[in-house]
């Protein structure tokens, strides 16, 4: 079946530097986005959102960009920080595909903030 | 608010065996979803609730029963345990019903079958 996946599953970034996680997506009906944060031995954390008829969305030192033409989701996290490391995970809401309320989650990317 | 909780943090069961993780949120939401989570993976959606009353699966919901009788609670019962069922499984609730929006997680229950 159609599924949310991510292209590098570990990223090793300076402190101090952006980093960008990417997602490519496979469900071209899907019209909501996701992102969340994992830390060890915790509950996923929201960081942001964005809609199908948006572009960028802006958050505190967070941007969602959705580019629908390739199916592709990027997260970029300025001034990156060791207490960003930690796990992200993409989703989407296929729900117009699948009849559910529900997001399909992406695998996961480890992101490793080096001192 | 103590947001989500799940009960119990850790879990041992042998084959066969039946257990019922329990959920519970006390922020009024009447979305509540269940999903187990396996090691590098994802999160899996195994039931989920727009209210009480109101069941679903999602993508994996086989050996799982879940039930919605008041908004606050949404156990997960497994019929009989396997060792497949290996997993740590989170609880999650939101406000919005139709799957968008942030979902609030549990802590999560790690589960061992044996």
């Known amino acids: 079946g159609e599924s949310v996946g991510l292209h590098l599953p570990t990223l090793s970034v300076q402190e101090g530097d952006n980093s960008i996680i990417n997602c490519a997506y496979s469900n071209s009906a899907s019209d909501y986005f996701i992102w969340y944060k994992q830390e060890s031995g915790k509950g996923p954390q929201f960081i942001i959102d964005?809609?199908?008829?948006?572009d960028k969305r802006q958050g505190q030192r967070v941007t969602v960009l959705l580019n629908k033409t390739v199916k592709h989701l990027s997260l970029q996290i300025a001034a990156t920080q060791p207490g960003d490391s930690a796990v992200y995970f993409c989703?989407?809401?296929?729900?117009?595909?699948?009849?559910?309320?529900?997001?399909?989650f992406g695998s996961g990317t480890r992101l490793q903030v080096q001192p | 608010n103590a947001g989500v909780t799940q009960t119990p943090k850790f879990q041992v069961l042998k084959t066969g065996q039946s257990m019922t993780l329990q959920c519970a949120q006390d922020?009024?939401?009447?979305?509540m979803s269940w999903y187990r989570q396996d090691p590098g993976m994802g999160l899996r959606l195994i039931h989920y609730s727009v209210g009480a009353g109101i069941t679903d699966q999602g993508e994996v919901p086989n050996g799982y029963n879940v039930s919605r009788s008041t908004t606050e609670d949404f156990p997960l019962r497994l019929l009989s345990a396997a060792p497949s069922q290996t997993s740590v499984y989170f609880c999650?609730?939101?406000?919005?019903?139709?799957?968008?929006?942030?979902?609030?997680f549990g802590p999560g229950t790690r589960l061992t079958v044996t």
């Open positions: 989703a989407e809401n296929p729900r117009r595909v699948t009849g559910r309320r529900a997001l399909t």
């Open positions: 999650a609730s939101s406000y919005s019903t139709g799957g968008r929006g942030e979902q609030y």
């Open positions: 922020m009024n939401h009447e979305y």
């Open positions: 964005i809609r199908s008829n948006m």
